[in-house]
T-cell receptor, first 114, second 115 residues
Framework: NAGVTQTPKFQVLKTGQSMTLQCAQDMNHEYMSWYRQDPGMGLRLIHYSVGAGITDQGEVPNGYNVSRSTTEDFPLRLLSAAPSQTSVYFC?????????????FGEGSRLTVL | AQKVTQAQTEISVVEKEDVTLDCVYETRDTTYYLFWYKQPPSGELVFLIRRNSFDEQNEISGRYSWNFQKSTSSFNFTITASQVVDSAVYFCALSEYSSASKIIFGSGTRLSIRP
């Protein structure tokens, strides 16, 4: 039972570099989302998707791109990393596209931008 | 716009004490859902409970209990006879039925249980 799998778990980037955080779930969940966790800020929603081909912005979308070509995968792209994007990123999924579902989280990806 | 406030940044109590974590929310919707999640020191996020806006009945699960009061827009979480294993960051979250699947979290309360 893999659940929600995030890779990589740790990454160090230089300012201006690009990278993709991968997220995959094997529960056939329609809903997937990305959060970032910063000290004192809690979890802030970056982008979310209610199904393949459908994405939308959350609270803090600037600097991040997403796509949802399959039900299983929801990658988060940083096109030009900035130190302000240093954070722990969590991917989450839910069994339906409605807001009532319990979120299943990945283990997190710690990103440092120098 | 939906908002969740957890005013208690950190709480520290001695083991076996009771402790209440506060959560105050804002929403314009009549249909919404409230959640509590736990993040132990290992870092994973664990779902604890979900309530919908039409069910104000309090819930008890072992040493955990939740008090939902629409009149004060609060959804407080109480741990009875706390244990060291309860040490974690606890997040309250809200989703509005009209907001197309945005689940918004509060800033969290770090709970430390001292032996």
């Amino acid at each position: 039972n893999a659940g929600v799998t995030q890779t990589p778990k740790f990454q160090v980037l230089k300012t201006g570099q690009s990278m993709t955080l991968q997220c995959a779930q094997d529960m056939n969940h329609e809903y997937m989302s990305w959060y970032r966790q910063d000290p004192g800020m809690g979890l802030r929603l970056i982008h979310y998707s209610v199904g393949a081909g459908i994405t939308d912005q959350g609270e803090v979308p600037n600097g991040y791109n997403v796509s949802r070509s399959t039900t299983e995968d929801f990658p988060l792209r940083l096109l030009s990393a900035a130190p302000s994007q240093t954070s722990v990123y969590f991917c989450a999924s839910s069994y339906n596209g409605k807001p009532s579902g319990e979120l299943f989280f990945g283990e997190g990806s710690r990103l440092t931008v120098l | 716009a939906q908002k969740v406030t957890q005013a208690q940044t950190e709480i520290s109590v001695v083991e076996k004490e009771d402790v209440t974590l506060d959560c105050v929310y804002e929403t314009r919707d009549t249909t919404y859902y409230l959640f509590w999640y736990k993040q132990p020191p290992s870092g994973e996020l664990v779902f604890l409970i979900r309530r919908n806006s039409f069910d104000e009945q309090n819930e008890i699960s072992g040493r955990y209990s939740w008090n939902f009061q629409k009149s004060t827009s609060s959804f407080n979480f109480t741990i009875t006879a706390s244990q060291v294993v309860d040490s974690a960051v606890y997040f309250c979250a809200l989703s509005e039925y009209s907001s197309a699947s945005k689940i918004i979290f509060g800033s969290g309360t770090r709970l430390s249980i001292r032996p």
